[in-house]
């Protein structure tokens, strides 16, 4: 049953043929997608009262200066840009700790895009807007061109749909993604890969 989940989801991309993912990666990368498309289904078991979730701690300075480090609830150590990852398109509940970890204040979830802007997220890039990427909406999170720890709106003028591996790609920082005067994202290739980089789109969701 795993082999034939994540099978699918293993097929070399062509940044892969530059050697950039191995395929022990690959598969990874492949298991790790299914599990957030089960978790972002909300029909898990509860756990402890609670639905599956991840608990990341980070001090503010840490998320907006990408200066430190942050830590899962199991004492994991998450490097800021993963953080900030994270924090694109998850519910976000601050909370104000005390010198010694006490909570003293706890805020309320606040979701990101959902609702009627991730529906205009997916009608408008059909799935990762990543060129030449095949990802359907439904592995596909949102992502803040300039970032909601940085103010940045959530709109969707400011949003792009992007599945995981290639949001990991954007948050390494190569490429750069933004929103044409016509309303579609294009993303501009780093000067190594394109040294005139000319920007690119991704035309496969509209050949569908």
């Known amino acids: 049953m795993v082999r034939a989940a994540i099978d699918p989801l293993c097929a070399p991309r062509p940044a892969d043929e530059a ?3 191995s395929p022990q990666q690959r598969r990874a990368d492949a298991l790790v997608e299914v599990c957030r498309l089960a978790l972002a289904g909300g029909e898990l078991p509860d756990n402890g009262g609670d639905r599956p979730q991840v608990t990341v701690t980070v001090d503010l300075d840490t998320l907006r200066r990408q200066i430190g480090a942050a830590t899962l609830d199991d004492g994991t150590v998450l490097s800021p840009a993963a953080a900030r990852r994270l924090a694109c398109d998850a519910g976000i509940v601050p909370a104000v700790l005390g010198s010694t970890g006490q909570v003293l204040d706890l805020g309320r979830e606040r979701r990101l895009f959902t609702g009627p802007i991730r529906r205009a997220l997916v009608l408008r890039d059909r799935g990762c807007a990543f060129p030449g990427c095949d990802r ?3 592995w596909c999170d949102g992502h803040h061109l300039i970032s909601w720890l940085d103010d940045g ?6 949003g792009v749909l992007l599945c995981a591996h290639h949001h990991r790609v954007i948050h390494q920082g190569d490429w750069q993604v933004r929103v044409a005067s016509d309303g579609l994202p294009e993303f501009i290739p780093p000067r190594y890969l394109d040294p005139d980089q000319q920007p690119r789109r991704n035309i496969y969701h509209r050949r569908q």
């Open 153 to 158: 709106p959530t709109s969707l003028d400011n």
């Open 19 to 21: 050697g950039l993912r």
């Open 136 to 138: 359907p909406p439904r």
